[in-house]
């Protein structure tokens, strides 16, 4: 995990800034992204569940530039157990809102949603709550670092909460 940290610290360090022609515009944005998710809670102690590997995709509307409303989903490839057999697949699918702050071309947020979640083959409900910055690339794109906590509800006595941490590309698509 200290890894992963570093590198996208370093690479959120590494892409210039041009701000005034970089500067994100309010309008419809699509995102893809890849990452890494990790099991929280008691679960992630005592059943043995570990990390995966995972994507997520999302749009959204900015109607002004400071606030987004969007979609979000997301799947966690399985993970492995102690015992080296694979058993957690995590699928979602939630609306969000998020508030967003101008720095330079940079664009920080604050990200939460709630909405349907699938682990283990059963349905529940769940939110997350996350933070994350755009680094500009070239206008309109964008590369998204995030970070989100998701909540999700006990299902037979499992805890299936967990965080997960992407890095991927943004297109806006400003009016």
């Known amino acids: 995990m200290k890894t992963l940290s570093a590198f996208l610290v370093g690479l959120a360090l590494a892409v210039s800034t041009q701000a005034a022609e970089l500067q994100p515009r309010a309008g419809f944005a699509v995102s893809g992204s890849f990452g890494v998710n990790a099991p929280t809670g008691e679960e992630a102690h005592f059943s043995g569940r570990r990390s995966g590997a995972g994507f997520s995709l999302a749009g959204d509307y900015s109607p002004r530039r400071w606030f987004s409303l969007g979609v979000a989903s997301g799947y966690s490839a399985p993970a492995t157990d102690s015992s080296g057999e694979f058993h957690d697949t995590t ?4 609306g969000f809102a998020q508030l967003n702050a101008h720095l330079g071309g940079w664009r920080p947020f604050l990200q939460t ?27 309109d794109w964008f590369v998204p670092l995030t970070v989100r906590y998701h909540q999700v509800r006990t299902i037979h006595e499992q805890d299936p909460d967990f965080v997960e941490w992407r890095i991927g590309i943004t297109r806006r698509l400003g009016h």
């Open 91 to 94: 699928v979602y699918l939630a």
């Open 113 to 139: 949603g709630v909405g349907h979640y699938k682990f283990r083959s059963n349905d529940t409900s769940g939110a997350f709550a996350g933070l994350g910055i755009e680094v500009p690339v070239a206008r």
